[in-house]
């Protein structure tokens, strides 16, 4: 199984195995990572899932659809590689992947 | 044909009327509190309910948590303008504000304020309401009766509304007056006339006026009142618009977190067992905050305007058709909530409920509404063995604002 690392916004980390198909979002709630609430439980309406995809990465992943990109608007600590972990689809292509946490989600 | 006189619902068990002649926006059914009963017929035979003739004209009633989801977060086919209840906007008096636009103009005024009540400012306010919070319920007489809604919930989401704005505290009931007189009409007794209503909200726009014409010289603050003044957006708005705005946050932030307040200890009240779960557990209080908010859902709706034609579970809503997304009903919609008319503070997926809305409109206030409620439950706990309601406390006469006039209680000490 791929490999997701979350970098939690004081520094700890949690590597988890993300089964293929499933989201980073659940892949995240599935291994009780904290720091991701997921309000909306994948509709990519809460934006609270959000995370920051680490520079290495950002190519592989690519940028947010055109509703996740209305959806993180709504967030003052958006930054370029934000992207809402429920809109990630986990694939072998991810493994190794590592995304921070934000302070807070909003 | 002659006009069928309307059905009182009151007067009927759901079970008893045609589904067609269902209205459930009659205010006879919130008033005696038997709503609850008309939603779960709707949610069961007719989650997309279509009501022909009612005193807010023909409307479509969304009644299951899944389909007001859809909804909410469909900006495209559902609009949130002209207006976002049930009732018609006055249409020689109209209060442009953002939760009442689609994008792009309502991102752009939006982003104006958002990081007022983003978690990083909140940071900055949690001391100043706690403290606050901390004097509201020192100064509370124990073992007398007294109103909970007047003394600590309409008292502290008040405060919390000066601090937001930097509003002179001295003048903060204003605050709360021109709160209900926005949501007032003819029949709620608050205003004697329409009329009546909108000079008083003329006469808040002068004061607001003037806070604006302070503050637009005195350089980057974080109150409200600054950012609107300051914020490429917002800062040539015309003063109808300046008000709707100001509105806007100020109804937002005060009956729903007041309500939530209230139904907080009303619903603990209800549940011993859970009261006992946490005087045990004070760790469980931010998952019972979000219980309250589902429990409670402080406001019962929003509307949309259908942009075209949409089909959503079998029925076709007309391009241009009203639809009603009933908070209320889906926050007791079994399909997604496990046991959902139980008040559990330890609950699963509490986060996961409708009562902020979804989408680009979901509350903007939701973290501060969250870290209000939590402190006040953090130092009521501290203090008090049970706040204990006497009585039943009453109900706000309104199918949108879902909450509590008054509420006696007695105050028992550790
Ligand atoms: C428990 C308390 C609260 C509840 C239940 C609540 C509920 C809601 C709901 C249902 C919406 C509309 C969502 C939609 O259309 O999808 C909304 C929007 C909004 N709320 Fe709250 N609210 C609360 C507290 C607050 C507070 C404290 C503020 C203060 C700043 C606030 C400010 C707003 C604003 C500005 C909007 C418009 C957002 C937009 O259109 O983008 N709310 N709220
Ligand atoms: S879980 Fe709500 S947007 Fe991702």
Redesign the interface.
């Known amino acids: 199984m791929p490999k997701i690392t979350f970098i939690e916004h004081d520094g700890t980390q949690h590597t988890v195995d993300a089964e293929v198909g499933k989201t980073v979002m659940q892949a995240a709630m599935d291994n009780l990572v904290p720091g991701i609430?997921a309000?909306?439980?994948g509709?990519?309406?809460?934006?609270?899932c959000h995370v920051m995809v680490n520079a290495d990465w950002t190519g592989t992943v690519g940028g947010p659809n055109e509703?996740e990109d209305?959806?993180l608007?709504?967030?003052?600590?958006r930054a370029a590689n934000s992207r809402l972990s429920c809109q990630m689809t986990v694939s072998d292509d991810l493994d190794g992947l590592i995304v921070d946490l934000p302070?807070?989600?909003? | 044909m002659s006009e069928a006189p309307t059905l009182d619902m009151a007067d009927f068990d759901p079970q008893d009327l045609a589904l067609e002649d269902i209205d459930v926006s009659q205010r006879s059914i919130w008033i005696h509190d038997k709503k609850m009963a008309f939603f779960e017929r709707l949610r069961d035979e007719a989650p997309v309910h279509y009501c022909k003739d009612s005193e807010y004209g023909p409307y479509w009633s969304v009644t299951r948590y899944k389909d007001i989801m859809e909804i909410d977060g469909n900006w495209q086919d559902f609009s949130s303008e002209p207006a976002i209840t049930i009732l018609e906007p006055e249409e020689d008096f109209p209060l442009p504000m953002f939760i009442a636009m689609d994008p792009p103009v309502h991102d752009e005024q939006r982003k104006t304020v958002q990081g007022s009540v983003a978690p990083a400012n909140l940071k900055l306010m949690e001391e100043t309401i706690r403290s606050r919070t901390q004097r509201v319920l020192d100064d509370l007489p124990i073992g007398e009766q007294f109103d909970w809604v007047d003394r600590v919930s309409i008292e502290l989401t008040t405060q919390m509304l000066a601090t937001l704005f930097d509003f002179p505290f001295e003048d903060r009931r204003k605050l709360t007056r021109w709160s209900d007189v926005a949501t007032a009409d003819e029949e709620s007794g608050i205003v004697e006339s329409e009329e009546a209503r909108q000079a008083e909200l003329y006469e808040c726009l002068e004061y607001f006026t003037r806070l604006w014409h302070e503050r637009e010289e005195q350089g980057e603050r974080s109150d409200l009142v600054s950012m609107l003044a300051q914020g490429e957006a917002t800062k040539n708005m015309t003063p109808q618009e300046y008000l709707g705005n100001l509105i806007l946050l100020i109804v937002g932030g005060n009956d729903t977190t007041r309500n939530s307040m209230t139904g907080g200890v009303w619903a603990l009240n209800q549940n011993p067992g859970e009261y006992a779960k946490l005087r045990n557990n004070p760790g469980v209080i931010p998952n019972m905050v979000s219980e309250i908010i589902r429990w409670q859902t402080p406001l019962a709706h929003m509307r949309r305007i259908a942009n075209k034609d949409y089909v959503l579970d079998g029925q076709t809503i007309k391009a241009g058709d009203k639809v009603i997304m009933w908070y209320l009903s889906g926050n007791r919609d079994e399909r997604s909530i496990d046991r959902p008319n139980e008040f559990i503070i330890d609950r699963d997926k509490a986060r996961q409920h409708l009562s902020f809305g979804f989408g680009v409109h979901r509350c903007m206030g939701n973290r501060l509404a969250e870290m209000q409620l939590r402190i006040l439950w953090e130092e009521v706990q501290k203090r008090f063995h049970m706040v204990e309601v006497i009585g039943e406390p009453k109900l706000v006469p309104s199918n949108f604002v879902h909450g509590y006039t008054e509420m006696q209680v007695v105050l028992h000490p550790h």
């Not at chain 1, 509709?43 to 609270?48: F, V």
């Not at chain 1, 608007?73 to 600590?77: G, K, R, T």
């Not at chain 1, 302070?103 to 909003?106: D, I, K, P, T, V």
């Open positions: 609430d309000d909306c439980g509709e990519c309406s809460c934006a609270t509703a209305s959806m608007d709504l967030n003052p600590e302070e807070f989600q909003f």
